[in-house]
């Protein structure tokens, strides 16, 4: 179950009841295969990446959240101990990031009026980051919301449902970043550069690592405050 916010812990600016018809999507199922193993089980202060990923996401949408899971589909579900979120598998993780996207708005509902897309390996992405993407994207919400990071804009992203066609189109390793290009004159841009870390091969661990030191501090902060 989602855990209830206890005394002295503020929620977040934009929550469930402020976002009634944004769902997430937690993207979960490549291989890693350049990176050589799972990298969605490495840890933030205590916490895997893919549990951290779905955390962030119930806590800005509550139950409208989904992950999808691909590779190594059946260990990846004991991180979801204690959360209630829906899990779908791209069976076809092998072919490419649009699979799984596909998955994913395949399975939302009629009443979603757009999905914020998570990628669960952007390990430095936080709470405030999505809030303000949300919040971007509420303002003007025929619009795609993105967030940018050295330039270019990608994941997390809000797709409004006009982009949920195209996404179905997609194939192999496309990500919506190719239609975010094309929609670039029609689309709100958020500044992020914790965006631009994540893990795609062993070279990217010294980064993680100084990351993770820093956000397991604060994480460790926290939890002596409460």
């Known amino acids: 179950m989602i855990p209830m916010r206890r005394p002295g812990v503020r929620g977040p600016a ?3 009841r402020r976002l009634p018809d944004l769902w997430t999507i937690v993207l979960a199922g490549g291989g890693a295969s350049r990176f050589g193993r799972n990298k969605l089980l490495l840890k933030i202060g205590g916490e895997s990446l893919l549990r951290r990923a779905t955390r962030l996401a119930l806590r800005l949408t509550g139950p409208r959240c989904l992950v999808v899971l691909g590779a190594d589909a059946s260990r990846m579900r004991a991180e979801f101990v204690g ?3 829906p899990i779908v598998v791209n069976r076809a993780w092998r072919q490419g990031m649009a699979g799984s996207l596909r998955v994913g708005v395949e399975a939302l509902p009629a009443s979603a009026a757009a999905a914020l897309v998570i990628l669960a390996d952007q390990y430095a992405v936080g709470a ?3 809030d303000r993407l949300a919040r971007s994207w ?5 619009r795609a919301a993105a967030a940018v990071a050295g330039g270019a804009s990608g994941a997390p992203a809000v797709l409004p449902r006009r982009y949920f066609g195209p996404i179905r189109r997609l194939r192999g390793d496309e990500g919506a970043r190719r239609l975010l290009r094309q929609d670039d004159a029609a689309l709100t841009r958020v500044d992020m550069p914790s965006a ?7 070279s990217d661990l010294e980064t ?14 926290a939890g002596s405050a409460v």
Do not use: N
């Not at 509420?138 to 025929?142: A, D, I, T």
């Open 138 to 142: 509420s303002g003007r919400p025929r």
């Open 14 to 16: 934009c929550g469930p």
């Open 128 to 130: 405030p980051d999505l």
């Open 83 to 85: 959360l209630r979120v």
């Open 208 to 221: 993680f690592r100084r990351v993770r030191r820093r956000l397991g501090g604060q994480a460790s902060r």
């Open 196 to 202: 631009a870390q994540d893990l795609d091969t062993p």
